[in-house]
């Protein structure tokens, strides 16, 4: 019964956080593009990438891989719609046996058309504001972690450090 809360929680809160996450960017302007799964691009040596082949021949003609970033699609959208913001499946092919690694991931990563470092951190959070207090985040945290959330409140846009160097050393 245990492993069942919990596996339904972490679920509720996936699901809150990536239904959060397009209500954030579509309540303010954006335009979700999905970016390609298979690309011959690198985007900019994003990370070690899998190679997509199969046994018998080679069916895209040249190398083809399972993207690392859907960032150079959305550059492309942004010429056009202004501001775009994918969210999808990334995949990383580094060789590491951490725990801290994921060779698969969803990744969220908006375009701001002409827009500043500020702007940059600014949405991001306010990005993180808006899903982290969405309060079905917090009724399924407790079905988790039972009835004790103190320490889970609310987060401050303040309280969201925007330095480059906090990023980079964190």
């Not at 019964?1 to 809160?13: A, D, E, P, T, V």
């Not at 303010?28 to 690309?39: C, H, K, L, N, Y």
């Not at 972690?145 to 889970?152: I, L, Y």
Request: include cysteine.
């Amino acid at each position: 019964m245990q492993k069942k809360r919990l596996s339904r929680g972490y679920l509720r809160i996936r699901n809150a956080l990536d239904y959060g996450t397009h209500k954030f960017f579509q309540e303010r302007g954006f335009i979700w593009v999905a970016s390609p799964i298979i690309t011959a691009s690198d985007c900019e040596g994003a990370g070690e990438q899998f190679c997509v082949t199969t046994l018998s021949k080679d069916f895209f003609g040249k190398p083809t891989f399972l993207t690392v970033s859907g960032q150079l699609n959305a550059e492309i959208y942004a010429t056009t719609l202004s501001d775009v913001y994918t969210f999808g499946p990334t995949f990383r092919a580094e060789n590491s046996n951490t725990t801290r690694h994921l060779a698969e991931f969803w990744m969220i990563e908006p375009e701001l058309a002409f827009a500043d470092l500020k702007d940059v951190t600014a949405c991001a959070a306010s990005y993180l504001q808006y899903v982290v207090n969405d309060d079905s985040c917090l009724s399924n945290l407790q079905c988790i972690v039972g009835s004790d959330t103190e320490g889970f409140g609310l987060i401050e846009v303040g309280s969201v450090s925007t330095g480059a160097s906090v990023a980079v050393e964190g």
